[in-house]
């Protein structure tokens, strides 16, 4: 490899293991169970999911005690209630905790309303 562009979502989820590679796996077949459609790349680093002609939905990147979820400061405060109390949140960030399940349907949901928002534009 040339240079970190060509790194790939494989190439990402190969340097980590355990729970985290886990967790980052599920991730990536939910989005692309919800959205076959969209782009995966790597895009700032991390595993990144584009719409044609919109731009990202959804991207995610493992942190050292979590697992950043970063659907955009629209779709936070559109499910802070359902987020609030389980989820550390912050603008367009939401962090998901090593030690619980995958919150699936929750990722499906959110896919959902950025595909929506994007639609409406």
Same mark, same amino acid.
């Given at each position: 490899?040339? *240079? $970190?562009?060509?790194?790939? %979502?494989?190439?990402? +989820?190969?340097d980590y293991?355990?729970?985290?590679?886990?967790?980052?796996r *599920? &991730?990536?077949?939910? %989005? /692309?169970?919800?959205?076959?459609?969209?782009?995966e790349?790597? $895009?700032?680093?991390?595993?990144?999911?584009?719409?044609?002609?919109? #731009?990202y &939905? &959804?991207?995610?990147?493992? $942190?050292? @005690?979590?697992? *950043? +979820?970063?659907p *955009?400061?629209?779709? %936070?405060?559109a499910?802070?209630?359902? /987020?609030?109390?389980e989820?550390?949140?912050?603008? #367009?960030?939401? !962090?998901?905790?090593?030690?619980?399940? =995958?919150?699936?349907? =929750?990722? !499906? !949901?959110? %896919?959902?309303? @950025? /595909?929506?928002?994007? $639609?409406?534009?």
């Amino acid at each position: 490899m040339t *240079g $970190a562009q060509e790194k790939t %979502v494989d190439d990402y +989820l190969l340097d980590y293991e355990g729970t985290k590679a886990e967790l980052m796996r *599920g &991730i990536r077949r939910t %989005v /692309l169970d919800a959205a076959p459609h969209l782009e995966e790349r790597i $895009a700032w680093g991390m595993p990144s999911y584009k719409l044609s002609g919109y #731009g990202y &939905i &959804i991207q995610f990147a493992a $942190a050292k @005690n979590h697992i *950043g +979820l970063f659907p *955009g400061p629209a779709a %936070v405060a559109a499910f802070e209630e359902e /987020l609030k109390g389980e989820y550390a949140m912050s603008k #367009g960030t939401i !962090r998901l905790q090593l030690d619980k399940p =995958l919150p699936g349907g =929750l990722i !499906r !949901r959110i %896919v959902a309303y @950025n /595909l929506r928002l994007a $639609a409406e534009e």
